[in-house]
């Protein structure tokens, strides 16, 4: 049973299975340097694309496989959904639901990172980025904003306009709130991952009054948003092996 991972949910995911006698092998992609290891067998690192995946999934002689990735690793999920099609093996998408405005949210939602600087730039000069290391350019070419960036790893050398704060979730509400006053943001850029564990950036921002840019969520295939879902899933698939919900080639 393979679970690609990089979430909370497919650490979640790994331990429910195992409980239930279900071996497992999370895939991670092995670019933070000291991940939260899932219970089971792990293995670090990419496949070669949705060929390199096929081959790993038909040697290993994978039975299911179920896609936790983050809802913004878009590629990893293309080249599962393919590499599942063509080997045959059944796939899962398991994906955590996308988060809901409520009363007090002064949401901003944008299509991508470019969108996000041009509409933070009008909302205020004084910025949070919880955001992914790789989408940091156009903030780097932002010498009139102030942005603090919150990550998990060190984003690498920053200009003088920007500065790092290590985070990594689940975040606490309280502590959200303390980070946005002593940075004294304006305006809180994220992107819309869903989930619990970073949300509470958002609620720290609705408590302050503060405006969100959020990146959209991109499109996700079919699958299931629970963790309880997708162990009812992996376990019909074993029980029965002929329940191919296997993606169209
Ligand atoms: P991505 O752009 O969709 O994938 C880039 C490449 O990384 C893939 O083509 C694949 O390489 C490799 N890869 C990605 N996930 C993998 C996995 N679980 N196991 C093995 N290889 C994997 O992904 P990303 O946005 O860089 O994210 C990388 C990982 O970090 C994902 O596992 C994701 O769940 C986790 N993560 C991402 C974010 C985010 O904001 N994007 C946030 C939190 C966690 P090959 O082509 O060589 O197979």
């Not at 940075?183 to 302050?208: D, F, P, Q």
């Not at 991109?218 to 963790?227: L, N, S």
């Amino acid at each position: 049973m393979l679970i690609l991972g990089g979430t909370a949910e497919a650490l979640e995911l790994a331990r429910e299975l195992n409980e239930r006698g279900v071996m497992t092998m999370t895939s991670l992609a092995g670019r933070t340097r000291d991940p939260v290891m899932p219970v089971g067998e792990v293995r670090l690192g990419g496949f070669g694309g949705a060929d390199g995946l096929d081959a790993f999934l038909r040697s290993e002689g994978v039975p299911a496989v179920v896609d936790a990735t983050h809802p913004f690793a878009t590629a990893m999920t293309a080249q599962a959904r393919a590499a599942a099609a063509s080997a045959s093996v059944p796939y899962l998408r398991l994906a955590r639901p996308d988060w809901s405005p409520e009363q007090g949210d002064r949401w901003h939602l944008v299509d991508d990172m470019g969108a996000a600087v041009t509409k933070a730039r009008i909302l205020g000069r004084r910025i949070i980025a919880a955001i992914g290391r790789q989408e940091l350019g156009r903030l780097r070419d932002a010498p009139d904003l102030q942005v603090v960036v919150r990550s998990v790893e060190p984003p690498g050398d920053l200009p003088a306009h920007m500065s790092w704060r290590q985070g990594r979730g689940p975040f606490a509400v309280e502590d959200e709130v303390a980070l946005l006053r002593d940075e004294r943001i304006e305006v809180v850029l994220a992107r819309a991952s869903g989930g619990s564990g970073s949300a509470a950036k958002l609620e720290a921002a609705r408590r302050l009054g503060l405006p969100v840019v959020l990146i959209r969520r991109p499109a996700e295939p079919d699958g299931v948003q629970d963790v309880a879902a997708a162990v009812d899933w992996v376990l019909s698939v074993l029980a029965g092996r002929s329940t191919c919900e296997c993606p169209a080639a």
